[in-house]
């Protein structure tokens, strides 16, 4: 199973990034999806979700109404579209794909797989 995270890099507050998160070796439409971030020096920490089928998603209150998470089963890929992005954005994003748990699955212990994470750098 890989989960490939890609789509970060440097931006400056207020601008707008999107990440995606291509899958494979698992029947993706069957996966729920998940983003998480570390920021420096902190804890890894949930994002967003989305399920299986993709009619639901999740949100962190932090990044409620700037991000935006989708997916494409045709593509077996999730996206994470984030939109006036702030400094306190910063981390390294992680793609993560769970078979069962929680109806919001904003619980990392959930997640039988992750990808590799990706670096979002938000200047001020």
């Known amino acids: 199973v890989q989960l490939q995270a890609s789509g970060g890099g440097l931006v400056q507050a207020g601008g707008s990034l999107r990440l995606s998160c291509a899958v494979s070796g698992l029947t993706f439409s069957m996966y729920h999806m998940g983003w998480f971030r570390r920021p420096p020096g902190k804890e890894r920490e949930f994002v967003t979700a989305?399920?299986?089928?993709?009619?639901?998603?999740f949100y962190a209150d932090s990044v409620k109404g700037r991000f935006t998470i989708s997916r494409d089963n045709a593509k077996n890929t999730v996206y994470l579209q984030m939109n006036s992005l702030k400094p306190e954005d910063t981390a390294v994003y992680y793609c993560?794909?769970?078979?069962?748990?929680?109806?919001?699955?904003?619980?990392?212990?959930?997640?039988?797989?992750w990808g590799q994470g990706t670096l979002v750098t938000v200047s001020s």
């Open positions: 993560a794909a769970r078979r069962r748990g929680s109806y919001r699955g904003s619980w990392e212990n959930e997640y039988d797989y």
């Open positions: 989305i399920t299986s089928g993709g009619s639901n998603t």
